[in-house]
DNA sequence: TTTATAATTGCAACTGGTTGCACCAACAAT
DNA sequence: ATTGTTGGTGCAACCAGTTGCAATTATAAA
């Protein structure tokens, strides 16, 4: 379901902000923090309030339309696809690698047996070293 | 090695405002935010700056005497005892279990094999539900 | 013990992000 | 067309955390 018909559904109203910082996400594919997007949004219209965009990052997010990750010290937004998967960053480069969703599986099963604990690592966003810049030193 | 020796190796003073702070975490013993630490100290000694005080975290996790993690939304900092683990939060009572390090192994392995991709997973702290909570619920 | 020096602190200004509130816009009911 | 209601925006104040800088202090050498 695309995100407009999401906001609908829910008696939320799509407006020109929220439609712009839609774009935005949408435009970028990429990786994103809050405060580029801030920056895109103001390059365009300078007048959107940075409330507006911190709290339509937040609604997005909650209806599941971004999602928010952790890299390292920063919170990155990225576009909702169809089916999730993680990604890999390589520190070095800064590439971005899709990433297969059940790596984890292994992890979560070992927690469940091991101490009975329940986890669940969604769209989690990894920082390492890419093969080719491994390969460099 | 102990904080105090590592701090004089490099030539840095061991200075009351650094003392104190070290004493509160390893009192803790747990978790504690950047926020509790500076209220801790100031309820000890109200003159020391915020400044100093979060200066004096970022030194000491760079002299790997305490580890800053990421929980959710924040960072947590918790004492470098020997032996690396990892941490289990229950997001319902709050109970934190110490994790054994080897878990991620499987996905370290997993990333290099299908991606070459070079990550490591240290000192992480999930969120979750511990046996008894996800009982009750 | 005194001095020299580099490390450290406190301060004030600043940044990214959040919150409460008054006003505004969209829409449904009348 | 008018009104009531709900959701959204901008604003200003605020909060946690950071930074540049001048003043201070721990430490090692004399």
Same mark, same amino acid.
């Given at each position: 379901?695309?995100?407009?018909?999401?906001?609908? %559904?829910?008696?939320?109203?799509?407006?020109?902000?929220?439609?712009?910082?839609? %774009?935005?996400?949408?435009?970028?594919?990429?990786?994103?923090?809050?405060?580029?997007?801030?920056? #895109?949004?103001? &390059?365009?219209?300078?007048?959107? %309030?940075?409330?507006?965009?911190?709290?339509?990052?937040?609604?997005?997010?909650?209806?599941?339309?971004? #999602?928010?990750?952790?890299?390292?010290?920063?919170?990155? #937004?990225?576009?909702?696809?169809?089916?999730?998967?993680?990604?890999?960053?390589?520190? &070095?480069?800064?590439?971005?690698?899709?990433?297969?969703?059940?790596?984890?599986?292994?992890?979560?099963?070992?927690?469940?047996?091991? #101490?009975?604990?329940?986890?669940?690592?969604?769209?989690?966003?990894?920082?390492?070293?890419?093969?080719?810049?491994?390969?460099?030193?």
């Amino acid at each position: 379901m695309s995100c407009t018909t999401t906001l609908k %559904n829910k008696g939320l109203k799509l407006t020109p902000q929220r439609r712009l910082i839609l %774009n935005i996400i949408h435009e970028s594919g990429g990786h994103l923090t809050a405060e580029e997007i801030l920056d #895109y949004v103001h &390059a365009r219209v300078p007048g959107v %309030n940075k409330s507006t965009v911190y709290r339509t990052l937040e609604l997005l997010e909650e209806l599941g339309c971004v #999602y928010k990750s952790e890299l390292g010290d920063r919170f990155i #937004y990225h576009h909702a696809e169809e089916g999730h998967h993680h990604h890999l960053v390589c520190r &070095a480069c800064g590439k971005s690698i899709d990433c297969d969703e059940d790596v984890f599986l292994p992890v979560e099963r070992a927690l469940d047996k091991k #101490y009975g604990f329940q986890a669940h690592f969604k769209h989690m966003v990894m920082s390492g070293l890419c093969a080719e810049c491994r390969d460099k030193g």
